[in-house]
């Protein structure tokens, strides 16, 4: 079945220095999508990526998608104390509508 | 508009007992699915729904079962509750099937004893 690893599953930074995260897939992947859960909160929907090589921006937030369309990235620009929480990616397989989810990754900010 | 509701937002219940996790959207969403979250986990798939009379199984469905009479509501049932499904319980919403979710509720926080 999908299995989606997310590495690393902890960070903890400084405020102000950069944090990556990354998904990795044992299948090609029809989309992928991340989300950012805060402690005691529920996922919040960030982005989806749908082409191979897709780049997206969100302020000091850049989302990159696999040229094989296995593996993403997300990547947080001079953190700050906000951006606490655990970073998960989503992935469905082709010609299915099952959202799996990856094991996230919790970032810690240090002011 | 409320987005995803979820009732009730906190449950403690008996090994063995039953009960039902609601879940309604208001945003006439054709898409929508439940989570589990164990702790310091991430979420997995239980049930999903792509309409109104169709569902169909995730990674994890055994023990709850699911119906879609219609498009905002889709409950989950805990037949027979087990300590094993102590967890925090996410519906998640989306307004079609190739849509990702997209917005969840707060999240039903299950205790079984």
Redesign the interface.
Known sequence: GQQVMQIPQYQHVQEGEDFTTYCNSSTTLSNIQWYKQRPGGHPVFLIQLVKSGEVKKQKRLTFQFGEAKKNSSLHITATQTTDVGTYFCAVSTSGTYKYIFGTGTRLKVLA | NAGVTQTPKFQVLKTGQSMTLQCAQDMNHE?M?W?RQDPG?????IH?S?GAGIT?Q??VPNGYNVSRSTTEDFPLRLLSAAPSQTSVY?C?SSYR???????????TRLSIL
């Open positions: 898409y699915s989570y986990m991430g979420l997995r798939l999903y792509v169909d995730g990674e996410f998640a099937e190739e849509v990702q979710p997209q917005h969840f509720g707060d999240g």
